[in-house]
């Protein structure tokens, strides 16, 4: 916000509201203007004065580049609004309400303005015991919604799956496999019925042994691709629901003797680092997801406000990437 009103990068904006010496001074001056106009208060101001703003980040994952990813627009939306942002785990224990009660308790006693929560499962009891505690929640790319107007950020996750299945179509693949996230997730679902949709677009009739579930991970990937090159007629091509599992599936064709993409098309879906570093390079569907972890962090700021929302649910687009995992089938080129 602070970078916008001066007309700035966000990084030259950081550098004058974090004290740094190397930015022009005219530049300086509109900075520190612009924060004035919105009340921008400086986080060593704050830690001279009051306590500062704070906000719970809560993963199931830490270390996944996707987690990453997220955190890293958080962050950033949390240093333009001058909020401090705690990166916490998941609790994993299954006491039902008293549990849940006991979590939100925590974290009003702390004075958490409120709680972003990533790729996680929520139970109906914790989402009524923030309520109780009046903490706003805002979930990304939810696993489930308990309630329909709990507020979520993700991705349009059915165009995603539709545009990678259509691509693999124009390059002529006709059986194509699908190597899912867990059936419960609400995203994995998405995906699922894109690729089924852009089938049946194209008359293709979707089969019920070429679509699998599993982990959003490396090793739920290879063991889906496993079995999808087991089969009799296998897959000449497979569309996995996030890059770690494509790239447990490359490692299952590579471990058949089979080459990516000569034998074998695949393609992934976020667009992390893992995408660009993988040998060959995934094809993938990007999902912004450092821009759904700034939404996330500038949505729940306007709960906390006590503004009201237009939509409980945000979706940003996602497009296709197309770089060296995909190719037409061996008998077509």
């Known amino acids: 916000m602070v970078a916008d009103a001066a007309g700035v990068s966000l990084p030259t904006a950081s550098k004058v509201l974090n004290g740094r010496g190397d930015v022009a001074s005219a530049t300086r001056t509109r900075v520190e203007v612009a924060a004035r106009d919105l009340g921008y208060v400086s986080p060593s101001d704050r830690r001279g004065g009051l306590p500062g703003r704070t906000v719970d980040l809560v993963f199931d994952d830490l270390v996944s580049p996707y987690s990453l990813e997220v955190l890293s627009g958080v962050t950033e939306a949390g240093t333009e609004a001058g909020v401090d942002v705690v990166v916490n785990r998941a609790p994993r224990d299954d006491a039902g309400a008293r549990s849940a009660d006991d979590w939100a308790g925590r974290l009003k006693a702390v004075g958490r303005e409120g709680i972003i929560i990533v790729t996680s499962e929520l139970t109906l009891e914790q989402v009524e015991s923030f309520d109780r505690a009046g903490?706003?929640?805002?979930?990304?790319?939810?696993?489930?919604?308990?309630?329909?107007?709990?507020?979520?950020?993700?991705?349009?996750?059915?165009?995603?799956?539709?545009?990678?299945?259509?691509?693999?179509?124009?390059?002529?693949?006709?059986?194509?496999?699908?190597?899912?996230?867990?059936?419960?997730?609400?995203?994995?679902?998405?995906?699922?019925?894109?690729?089924?949709?852009?089938?049946?677009?194209?008359?293709?009739?979707?089969?019920?042994?070429?679509?699998?579930?599993?982990?959003?991970?490396?090793?739920?990937?290879?063991?889906?691709?496993?079995?999808?090159?087991?089969?009799?007629?296998?897959?000449?091509?497979?569309?996995?629901?996030?890059?770690?599992?494509?790239?447990?599936?490359?490692?299952?064709?590579?471990?058949?003797?089979?080459?990516?993409?000569?034998?074998?098309?695949?393609?992934?879906?976020?667009?992390?680092?893992?995408?660009?570093?993988?040998?060959?390079?995934?094809?993938?569907?990007?999902?912004?997801?450092?821009?759904?972890?700034?939404?996330?962090?500038?949505?729940?700021?306007?709960?906390?406000?006590?503004?009201?929302?237009?939509?409980?649910?945000?979706?940003?687009?996602?497009?296709?990437?197309?770089?060296?995992?995909?190719?037409?089938?061996?008998?077509?080129?």
């Open 135 to 333: 903490l706003p929640l805002v979930v990304i790319d939810p696993l489930n919604l308990p309630r329909v107007e709990v507020t979520s950020v993700g991705a349009t996750n059915f165009s995603g799956g539709l545009t990678a299945t259509e691509h693999l179509l124009s390059l002529g693949h006709r059986r194509i496999g699908f190597a899912g996230g867990p059936e419960r997730a609400a995203c994995g679902q998405a995906r699922l019925h894109g690729h089924r949709a852009a089938l049946e677009k194209a008359g293709v009739r979707p089969e019920p042994d070429l679509a699998l579930h599993g982990a959003f991970s490396y090793p739920a990937g290879l063991e889906m691709g496993t079995r999808l090159l087991d089969l009799p007629r296998p897959p000449t091509a497979i569309f996995a629901a996030s890059d770690t599992t494509a790239l447990g599936v490359v490692e299952a064709a590579r471990r058949r003797g089979l080459r990516v993409p000569d034998d074998l098309s695949v393609v992934g879906f976020d667009d992390t680092i893992l995408a660009t570093l993988a040998t060959p390079a995934l094809t993938v569907v990007r999902q912004p997801l450092p821009d759904m972890g700034r939404v996330a962090l500038r949505t729940l700021l306007r709960l906390a406000a006590g503004e009201s929302l237009d939509s409980h649910h945000v979706e940003l687009a996602t497009h296709l990437v197309v770089r060296d995992s995909t190719a037409p089938p061996r008998g077509e080129r």
